[in-house]
């Protein structure tokens, strides 16, 4: 059965950001067939089930790129303020946070990613203890399994360990569930795990996540093998002072020839933003989690100068207070205050759709004939007059109305 969902206004998401009044969308099974003014929409497939909603505005779901379910149980637990603090906290905490309650936490901060009009996440999976909670939810998931360590003596465990998890991950593929793979950071991972890693990354066919440039700590690290970083991990490593094991421009050189989504980039210099540009790679910002743990937030202008697809993000709530991304939306609105407002609104829009799609090598984002139906339709009074709709959508928008993934009406 054909489906027509009709609203007030229509956000295409195109590059253009187009936008149509009275607009529709039709589809059938899990694609869009068509995207055209209602009426036109209802005369064209006159057996459809057609609805209209006259202070609706219509969306592609949004897109979430980069969060962990797996540490949905933090609250207060974690140290703020300082990256240094908080990952010696993470350590400290691990075991509890991803304990008991977890799995009660990681469904309700799911219910929290849905209710946000968000389709599509992209998980970052540690231990893998939200495997069967992701494949079984309605969500689009991209599922990063997350290779970690830098351990030279424990390299032949930590690959065992993420190729289990990683082998698990692939029974669940689906439509809906993507296997891939995650390196967790130039700092905490071995060259030779992320050589091997990228090497299943290949075979599975789709894009590396990884954490680049967080903190000041780990420039100091990469480059003069000092600071935070040297007495951290002369703690795992029986009180040896190991080095750095890359640069950063050396981490990005490992990744050639792989499609690459960084995430964070705040303290990413000129030359290292060229040689992301050069590579191809997108960059997923997470204003929150920036401001909670390194204190500073990316610099956009330095990111569209060199060319770098921009995408906003939530993080986990390890390092945020929701997974909310139209929460997010208002935070980047106000907090990147040196850009244009109503055209940082519409860049803001296509961060979480068009451009997330176009990194993370989805068939959505985007309200087109024959990619899939995910959509999400809010209500916001007084649309039908409005004028800056993609401003006053992040304003306004406090929870979606109806959420549509593959064509499913999600309940
Ligand atoms: O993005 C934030 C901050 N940067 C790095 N890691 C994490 C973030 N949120 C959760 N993490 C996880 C990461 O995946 O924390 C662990 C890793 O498993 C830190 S290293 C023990
Ligand atoms: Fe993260």
């Known amino acids: 059965m054909i489906h027509i969902l009709g609203a007030e206004?229509?956000?295409?998401?195109?590059?253009?950001?187009?936008?149509?009044?009275?607009?529709?969308?039709?589809?059938?099974?899990?694609?869009?067939?068509?995207?055209?003014?209602?009426?036109?929409?209802?005369?064209?497939?006159p057996e459809a089930l057609a609805e209209y909603h006259p202070q609706g505005i219509l969306l592609p779901g949004l897109i979430n790129a980069h969060l962990h379910l797996e540490f949905s149980a933090n609250q207060t637990t974690l140290l703020y303020g300082g990256f240094d603090r908080w990952l010696s906290?993470?350590?400290?905490?691990?075991?509890?946070?991803?304990?008991?309650?977890?799995?009660?936490?990681?469904?309700?901060?799911?219910?929290?990613?849905?209710?946000?009009?968000?389709?599509?996440?992209?998980?970052?999976?540690?231990?893998?203890?939200?495997?069967?909670?992701?494949?079984?939810?309605?969500?689009?998931?991209?599922?990063?399994?997350?290779?970690?360590?830098?351990?030279?003596?424990?390299?032949?465990?930590?690959?065992?360990?993420?190729?289990?998890?990683?082998?698990?991950?692939?029974?669940?593929?689906?439509s809906r569930f993507t296997p891939l793979v995650a390196i967790h950071s130039p700092y905490s991972v071995h060259p030779f795990l992320i050589k091997r890693a990228l090497l299943e990354a290949k075979r599975l066919g789709g894009v590396v996540s990884t954490h680049f440039m967080e903190s000041k700590e780990e420039r100091e690290w990469l480059e003069e093998s000092r600071g935070f970083f040297g007495d951290f991990f002369a703690r795992f490593f029986g009180g040896v002072k190991p080095k750095a094991l890359s640069t950063p421009l050396e981490f990005l050189e490992l990744l050639e020839g792989q499609r690459v989504m960084l995430v964070h980039g705040v303290q990413m210099n000129e030359e290292e933003l060229a040689k992301a540009a050069s590579l191809g790679a997108s960059l997923a910002s997470c204003p929150r989690s920036n401001r909670l743990l390194g204190g500073e937030l990316l610099d956009i202008s330095k990111v569209k100068k060199a060319g770098i697809p921009f995408l906003l993000a939530t993080d986990g709530l390890s390092s945020n207070t929701s997974l909310s991304l139209l929460e997010e939306l208002r935070i980047a609105l106000f907090?990147?205050?040196?850009?244009?407002?109503?055209?940082?609104?519409?860049?803001?829009?296509?961060?979480?759709?068009?451009?997330?799609?176009?990194?993370l090598g989805l068939e959505s984002g985007e309200l087109r004939e024959g990619l899939k139906a995910d959509l999400a339709l809010f209500e916001l009074e007084g649309i039908g007059e409005c004028t800056q709709e993609a401003l006053q959508w992040i304003l306004h928008a406090k929870k979606v109305k109806t959420l549509y993934i593959e064509g499913k009406k999600v309940e």
């Open 9 to 45: 206004r229509v956000l295409l998401c195109d590059e253009e950001f187009r936008l149509l009044s009275k607009g529709a969308v039709a589809f059938l099974g899990d694609k869009i067939l068509a995207v055209d003014s209602y009426e036109k929409l209802q005369k064209r497939y």
């Open 89 to 174: 906290s993470v350590i400290t905490h691990r075991d509890v946070l991803m304990g008991e309650g977890a799995k009660e936490a990681m469904r309700r901060a799911l219910d929290e990613v849905l209710s946000s009009g968000t389709t599509t996440i992209g998980a970052i999976s540690s231990a893998g203890l939200d495997l069967e909670i992701l494949a079984h939810s309605s969500l689009r998931v991209l599922f990063f399994n997350e290779v970690i360590g830098s351990n030279p003596s424990a390299i032949d465990f930590l690959w065992e360990d993420f190729l289990g998890r990683l082998k698990r991950s692939e029974e669940f593929k689906s």
């Open 335 to 359: 907090a990147y205050a040196k850009e244009p407002l109503e055209s940082w609104a519409r860049e803001l829009v296509l961060s979480v759709t068009k451009r997330a799609a176009y990194a």
